[in-house]
Each structure stands twice: as C-alpha cells, then as structure tokens.
C-alpha cells in the first residue's frame, strides 16, 4: 500500500468479484432487448469501471462517453456539474444505460440523466460502481450500484484526488495530510 494511504476499502478481488454479478444483472434485464444497448460512461472517473464491466457483459453494446466535471481538485463535489462534451451516438429510441463511478451527492447523475432524457431513449437506466448515499442531495437511485460505501472520500479504480490514484487496483481512503 502506499505511503500516503490510510486504508484499503475494497480489494482488486472484491471489485472484481462483484463487477461479474453487476454485469450479470444487467444481462439479465436486457437479455429480451432486440437491439444493442447504448452505453454511456462518465469520464474520467467511470473508465476503469467501464472497461472491467463491457468485459463482462454479453449484451450487445455500442459504447460512447461524457466528460462531466463534479469535483475538481477537492474532496467535495461541486455544487453544479458542469457537462464538458457532447455524445456522438444518436439517443432517440435507444435503450441507454448511463454509467458513472461514484453516486455521491446525485448532482452529477441526475443531471446527466435529465439531459439524456431529452433526447428520448427507448429507455435508460442508470449503474454506479460506488453509492454514497449518505450524502445524496436528492431522490436519485441507480438502478444497478456495486458497493455502497460510507461518506469517505475514496481513490483508486478510476477514482482520483487532484488527478492522481487512479491507477490503484482497489479503493481506499487517503491520510487526511494529503488534501489538508
């Protein structure tokens, strides 16, 4: 473990294991659809998570992605995400699933959610890797999360602090002098 790190939260065994029953839920809900489902991620956050749940699924799928800005360099999200790109894939009819890392406060999801409604899917669900949901400042669920963890602030698999921690295999929370 490194240095600056206080504790490990999930192992790279644990992620794993429970990506696998994710990705088998989801089949299970789509194994009727008679189109491939549009599966859009969050960056940066959701693309580890991403990469290890497509590897997962047997659904068929088309994958695009959504920059979407919510914390910054802090440990607290922003008050209003703010959607830094646009989507490539048409939405209208489509079966989309929205995936992001962490449903934290339900800002984010919730407002990339409304945005894609607009566009009118066919339907759209929505899978976190991580629920939060001590700190949801609305009513939003996921139809689909992996763990739910307490209000810690966690890197690692795709997480990050100040752009650093991604790369970690497992989840963990930081010594407090790190962002102090």
Known sequence: MKPDL?????????????NQEVAQEIDV???????DILLITL??????????LIRNL????????IRVSSYGNSTNPETAPRILGTLKSDVKDKH???VDDILDTGNTMKKVYNEV??????????CVFLDKPERRQNDFQADW????????????????????????????????????
């Open 117 to 126: 409604v607009k566009k009118e899917p066919a339907s759209l669900k929505t």
């Open 96 to 98: 989309v699933l929205l």
């Open 58 to 65: 047997n659904v068929p799928l088309h994958l695009d992605c």
């Open 43 to 52: 960056l940066d956050g959701a693309i580890v998570f991403t990469a290890d």
């Open 6 to 18: 206080e504790k490990i939260v999930l192992s790279a065994e644990q992620i794993a294991s429970r």
């Open 145 to 180: 999360s992996g763990f739910n963890i307490p209000d810690e602030f966690v890197v690692g698999y795709g997480l990050d602090y100040a752009g650093r921690y991604r790369q970690l295999p497992y989840l963990a929370t930081l010594k407090p002098s790190v962002y102090s």
């Open 29 to 35: 809900h789509y194994q009727d659809c008679e189109r």
